[in-house]
C-alpha cells in the first residue's frame, strides 16, 4: 500500500459515504456513512461531513496530508454553469435533496480544510459509471465502450468509451416512441425512453394491459401500491398480465439499445437500480428487439451489477479522483 489516499464521498439527503481508497491499487480501505439532516444550513452539513472525514482518517491512522485527491457524487445541478469536467465543478447550484447545500461554495469550503488536494465533483448517476468502469464489467480488457442505465423514478444512464464519459448524455430521454400518441415525457417530450422504463411507466403500463386482461391478480393490487416490485411477484408466479408488463418494458429497453448501438456500438451494458432486479423477466423481450437488428449482428454483454449500491457511490467517485491523480502526476 501506498503513502497517498483518495476519498470517495456519496452525497446523498440522508446519509453521506466516505471511503477512503489507496491511490495506488484502488483498494477500499475504509468506509462510514455521516447521516445527513437536510434541513440544515449548508455550513452545518459541510462541517458535520467534514468532522466525519477527520475521524474516519484518525482512525485508520492517517493524516491530512495524505489525502491526494477526493470527489464528491451527488445529485442534482452542479456549477459552474457551463461546467462539464469534474475539475471544474465547484458546488451544487440545484439539489433535490439537500436545498441548504445549493450555491454552497463546496470546493473554496473544503480546500480551506483540507488545503493542498485534488479536488472533483460528479454527478451520482455517472459515478456509478465511474464504479463500473473501475470496479466492475469495465475491468474487461475487452469492454471498451459501456452502458449503463439506472431504473428506477426515472432512467439516468451513461456512456464510457475507452475511459472518457461521454458529456452529456440523457439516455433516458432518447426518442424511442414517435407516433402521435406517445405518452408524455416529464421532460415535456413525447416518447422518451423514461416515459416507457421508470416506476411511472411501468404502472402505466401495467394499467393498459390490465384492461385486456381481467383474470389477472393485477387487478387485487390496490391502485396506490401498483409498483413494478408486486408487479414482478405476480410475474413470477406466472400471472401472465404481470409477464407481458415486464415483457414490454424489457421491448423499449431494447429498442433503446438499439438506437445505441446504431451511435457507439456498445460491447456491455449494465443495469442497476431497484427495477434492474427484475432484469431477467425483461431480458427475453430485450433480446428479441436486438437479434432483429440486421446492419450490426454482433450483441453486447447485457447484465445487472454487480456493485451493491451502499458503496457504488463512493468507488465511482474514489475511482474518478485516482484517475485524475495520477494523470496529474505521471
Known sequence: MGDRIAIGYDLGGTSCGIGLFDIDSGELLASTAHKIDSSLPGEEIFEGICSSTEELLEKQGF????????????????GPKGAKDPA???????????????????KREYLRRFPGVLFLMENDANAAGWAEWFYGVGRDEKVRTLVGFTLGTGLGGYIIIDGNMVRP????????????????CGCGSRGCAEAFVSI??????????????PESKLWGIPPDKLDPKPIAELA????????????KVGYYLGKL???LKRVCEPDAVVFSGNISRSLDLMLPAMKAVLEEDGLIESQPMIKATELGPDKAGIMGAAGLAIKYYKAAHS
Open 200 to 213: 411511472e411507466g411501468i404502472k402505466r403500463i401495467a394499467k393498459q394491459v390490465m384492461l385486456e386482461h
Open 236 to 247: 413470477r408466479e406466472g400471472d401472465k398480465a404481470a409477464l407481458l408488463v415486464y415483457a
Open 88 to 106: 471544474e465543478i465547484e458546488q451544487i447550484l440545484i439539489s433535490p435533496n439537500i436545498p441548504g447545500m445549493n450555491r454552497f461554495p463546496l
Open 63 to 78: 493524516t491530512k496530508d495524505q489525502i491526494g485527491a477526493v470527489c464528491f457524487a451527488t445529485a442534482g445541478t452542479l
Open 169 to 184: 448524455a440523457e439516455l433516458g430521454h432518447i426518442i424511442i416512441d414517435s407516433s402521435p400518441s406517445a405518452p408524455t
Open 257 to 259: 439499445i438499439w438506437n
